[in-house]
């Protein structure tokens, strides 16, 4: 009987359509932006795509606006305009450019926004979704690494759900789980230690922008994988887990596990500790978020330990890897200091890209530019926006000063 009541119930039509979650991607065309298309395109009824935008990629976001028949799509170049406009010529997709397009696509009404747009940029629109009050998923780092305090009392009064993208911050989203902040005792972020994890000090003087840019593990954009050669990445993510998590900066640690595997390790006061263990894709960060609370579907590869057969621990080396050490002082001298490392170490990035600084030169100039910045001011913390690009735009031009005593 049990059986049968069971299938008549699962022949009753559907009373409800599936409920359609609306979203918008703020930076559809970087690595993150596509890995989320990739997602929603297994589920293409499940979506419905609001805004989209770009830095000046007309193409790439033309194609997903048609493709995905998304509402609004921004590029931020406004000399783009006319050609994203005659690139979406016939179809329904509005079209806007410049710095106020790029907010009004973060205020266009969605359930969930990716906020993945590449540097100081992505405040504005970021912000601009957090006020909505639903749903972040955040991959920009400057949100929370130079604008910390700011950004977070917005998504405090917003009471907007943040969900961390960055794989390791996602990690410890779900291994904190409910526990109160009083439970965890430490969080311990992974690092695959990058390319350069076993050359010494003097090799590493030598490396080239090419050898830089060959991650071992992730597939990702170019200023994130030279920050990964660095670690620059580890410490900016240090920052962004102090902002994320209830923990001060002493609880947060770092270990070196060269098969990014393992993407965390929270212990609790009873020393249980739980780790999130996935192959390195980031589509499953991204799911995570996307499908919160609930869990979708990834094309991920399966974690397969007897394949893997080993995972390998070991303490980061701060003396060839400084940039791991900078992040943790400046984790905790606080106020304006992370804003002014981030800006010092994406013109260093750029400059060592262009092959006009070596690569231990990147590290290097951060501090330079951190010491002059501190003699001039006290670097007290940014109370708004304007005070986050203002510390931003005085740290660039320190920076590009300094850059000359580094040269190749
Ligand atoms: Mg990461």
Request: glycine share 6%.
């Given at each position: 009987?049990?059986?049968s009541?069971d299938?008549?119930r699962?022949?009753?039509?559907?009373?409800?359509?599936?409920?359609?979650?609306?979203?918008?991607?703020?930076?559809?065309?970087g690595?993150?932006?596509?890995n989320?298309?990739?997602?929603?395109?297994?589920?293409?009824?499940?979506?419905?795509?609001?805004?989209?935008?770009?830095h000046?990629?007309?193409?790439?976001?033309?194609s997903?606006?048609?493709?995905?028949?998304?509402e609004?799509?921004v590029?931020?170049?406004?000399?783009?305009?006319?050609e994203?406009?005659?690139?979406?010529?016939?179809?329904?997709?509005?079209?806007?450019?410049g710095?106020?397009?790029?907010v009004?696509a973060?205020?266009?009404?969605?359930?969930?926004?990716?906020?993945?747009?590449?540097?100081?940029?992505?405040?504005?629109?970021?912000?601009?979704?957090?006020?909505?009050?639903?749903c972040?998923?955040l991959?920009?780092?400057?949100?929370?690494?130079?604008a910390?305090?700011?950004?977070?009392?917005q998504?405090?009064?917003h009471?907007?759900?943040?969900?961390p993208v960055d794989?390791?911050?996602?990690a410890?989203?779900?291994?904190?789980?409910?526990?109160?902040?009083?439970?965890?005792?430490?969080?311990?972020l992974?690092?695959?230690?990058g390319p350069?994890?076993?050359?010494?000090?003097?090799?590493?003087?030598?490396?080239?922008?090419?050898?830089a840019l060959?991650?071992?593990?992730w597939?990702?954009?170019r200023?994130i994988t030279?920050d990964?050669?660095?670690?620059?990445n580890?410490?900016?993510?240090?920052?962004e887990?102090?902002?994320l998590?209830p923990?001060?900066p002493?609880?947060?640690?770092?270990?070196?596990?060269?098969?990014?595997?393992?993407?965390c390790?929270?212990e609790?006061?009873?020393?249980?500790?739980?780790?999130?263990?996935?192959?390195?894709?980031?589509?499953?960060?991204?799911?995570?978020?996307l499908?919160?609370?609930?869990?979708?579907?990834?094309?991920?590869?399966?974690?397969?330990?007897?394949?893997?057969a080993?995972?390998d621990?070991?303490?980061?080396d701060l003396?060839r890897f400084?940039?791991l050490?900078?992040?943790?002082?400046?984790?905790?001298?606080?106020?304006?200091?992370p804003?002014?490392?981030n800006?010092?170490?994406?013109?260093?990035?750029?400059?060592f890209l262009?092959?006009?600084?070596?690569?231990?030169a990147?590290?290097?100039?951060?501090?330079?530019t951190l010491?002059?910045?501190?003699?001039?001011?006290?670097?007290?913390?940014?109370?708004?926006l304007?005070?986050?690009?203002?510390?931003?735009?005085?740290?660039?031009?320190?920076?590009?000063?300094?850059?000359?005593?580094?040269?190749?």
């Amino acid at each position: 009987m049990e059986a049968s009541q069971d299938f008549a119930r699962a022949e009753q039509p559907r009373l409800e359509a599936p409920a359609l979650k609306r979203i918008n991607i703020l930076g559809v065309t970087g690595t993150i932006g596509q890995n989320t298309l990739d997602l929603i395109a297994r589920d293409p009824d499940a979506y419905q795509l609001g805004a989209i935008t770009a830095h000046r990629n007309v193409a790439d976001l033309a194609s997903a606006a048609r493709q995905f028949k998304a509402e609004l799509a921004v590029i931020a170049d406004p000399s783009l305009y006319k050609e994203l406009k005659a690139a979406l010529a016939g179809s329904a997709t509005q079209v806007a450019a410049g710095p106020s397009g790029m907010v009004e696509a973060g205020a266009h009404p969605a359930e969930w926004t990716m906020g993945a747009i590449v540097g100081i940029a992505g405040l504005k629109p970021t912000l601009a979704a957090v006020q909505q009050g639903h749903c972040v998923a955040l991959a920009n780092k400057e949100c929370l690494v130079s604008a910390g305090e700011v950004f977070m009392q917005q998504v405090a009064a917003h009471d907007t759900v943040l969900l961390p993208v960055d794989s390791e911050h996602a990690a410890v989203f779900q291994a904190i789980g409910a526990n109160p902040s009083s439970a965890i005792e430490k969080i311990t972020l992974t690092a695959s230690g990058g390319p350069f994890r076993r050359l010494s000090k003097d090799e590493m003087k030598e490396v080239t922008p090419r050898q830089a840019l060959q991650h071992p593990n992730w597939s990702m954009g170019r200023k994130i994988t030279i920050d990964s050669a660095t670690m620059m990445n580890k410490g900016l993510e240090l920052i962004e887990a102090y902002h994320l998590f209830p923990v001060e900066p002493e609880q947060l640690d770092v270990i070196i596990h060269p098969q990014s595997i393992v993407h965390c390790l929270v212990e609790f006061t009873d020393r249980s500790v739980l780790a999130q263990m996935s192959s390195p894709d980031m589509r499953t960060p991204i799911a995570f978020a996307l499908g919160w609370p609930q869990r979708i579907e990834a094309p991920t590869k399966p974690l397969d330990l007897i394949e893997l057969a080993r995972l390998d621990f070991e303490a980061p080396d701060l003396d060839r890897f400084p940039a791991l050490r900078l992040a943790r002082e400046v984790l905790k001298l606080g106020g304006g200091a992370p804003a002014v490392m981030n800006a010092a170490n994406e013109i260093a990035v750029a400059a060592f890209l262009a092959g006009e600084i070596g690569f231990l030169a990147i590290t290097a100039l951060c501090e330079q530019t951190l010491e002059a910045m501190m003699q001039l001011s006290a670097l007290p913390a940014p109370q708004t926006l304007d005070d986050v690009f203002r510390i931003d735009q005085a740290a660039r031009r320190l920076a590009r000063e300094e850059l000359p005593r580094f040269a190749i």
